[in-house]
């Protein structure tokens, strides 16, 4: 049985002002208007193989993603909730437990909540096509062709066709997690390389016997974790105690960097993790940008504006005569932006925590 596990903790810093600790950008409705959370789900609704979905957050977000499932109507088999952050690795570990639980044979979807997939049927054959080296013991991750050298990515190499997967399926010769940028160059070069989507499918024991062979002590810290977990009204709520000792680490360095039964399946799915606001404004451009690339949201005034993403969520925005901007009202920030320069935004965010 599959079961997908949704990752709908972490905040998103690099879509501030609208991203924030309190509301980040998994619940926000980013690109349609329902949630990234909502459409992660309602894209797996149909699928006849999944088990109901395992979703893992932080203990403060318990609520909102509550009443976000309610709201379309899905009924989760649990909320996990993590008394902290500790990052991908442990939280798949206590997914994985928790699983294991119901059910010894379970495998895993793992899918981050607030990733674009604007191919759901081709994402449903890669992920058809992933089960059977699954099933055989391989942890699967999804490739995705790159289209420059990102430093914020992992990267894979594929190797021969895997001997445990049928058609489509290849053994990773190498998984290097965010290299820097010479060496993202090298990578992007050489066709045998796609970016790590960050989804994976495995057996929820296979995971386990890796993360305790590569990374023992977050192994341990997990297990007590679960052990100690109890159920609070609709959460399962982790060992608070053993969860914070756990040491914090994603699952891409922790594990799919040393595993020798990683398989890639590359798959073409119209992928975005909507990471910056310049990705955003690519996938909204092309839904609903205007003749001149503008995408607008709420009440905005242009004049001679081309290429741009003006969005007004409380005042009235006025803009004239500019090209490439990203401009973001909120109640109580501000953002203007050259698109060029929005990888800075996330040391806008930085700072203001070193100064408060
Ligand atoms: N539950 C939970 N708890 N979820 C978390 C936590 C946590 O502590 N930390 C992060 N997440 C969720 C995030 O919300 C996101 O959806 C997903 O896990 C991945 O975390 P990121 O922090 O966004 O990872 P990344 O973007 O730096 O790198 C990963 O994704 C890339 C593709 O987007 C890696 O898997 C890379 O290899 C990959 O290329
Ligand atoms: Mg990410």
Known sequence: NIYP?????????????????????????????????????????????????????????????????????????????????????????????????????????????????????????????AISAAESGALVTFGIVPSGPETGYGYIRRGKAASQGGEGCYAVEKFVE?????????????????????????????????????????????KKAFDGAYHDLDFCRLDEASFAVCPAESIDYAVMENTRHAVVVPAEIGWSDVGSWSALWEILAEKEGDSEGNVLRGDVYMDDV????????????????????????????????????????KKIVDDLKKNS
Request: proline letters at 6%; a negative charge.
């Open 5 to 129: 596990v949704i990752l709908a903790g972490g905040s998103g810093t690099r879509l501030w002002p609208l991203s924030r600790e309190a509301l980040p950008k998994q619940l926000l409705p980013l690109c349609s208007d329902r949630s990234m959370l909502q459409e992660a789900l309602l894209r797996l609704s149909e699928w006849p193989e999944l088990m109901p979905p395992l979703l893992t957050c932080g203990d403060e977000h318990r609520f909102l993603v509550a009443e976000q499932m309610r709201a379309i109507g899905i009924v989760p088999l649990d909320i996990l909730l993590e008394p902290q952050s500790k990052n991908t690795a442990p939280s798949v570990a206590v997914a994985a437990h928790y699983l294991l639980q119901k059910d010894k044979d379970a495998a895993m979807l793992v899918l981050p909540a607030d990733h674009v997939i604007g191919d759901v049927e081709a994402f449903h054959m890669a992920v058809q096509r």
């Open 178 to 222: 965010k290299p820097d940028r010479a060496t993202a160059e090298v990578f992007v070069a050489d066709k045998a390389y796609s970016w790590n989507s960050g989804m994976f499918l495995f057996k929820a024991d296979r995971y386990l016997d890796e993360l305790r062979e590569f990374r023992p002590a977050i192994a341990e810290s997990c």
């Open 306 to 345: 081309q290429n741009s993403m003006i969005r007004a969520e409380n005042r009235f925005v006025a803009v004239i005569g500019v090209q490439d901007l990203v401009v973001v009202e909120t109640k109580d920030a501000v953002l203007v932006v050259h698109k060029d320069q929005v990888q800075s935004v």
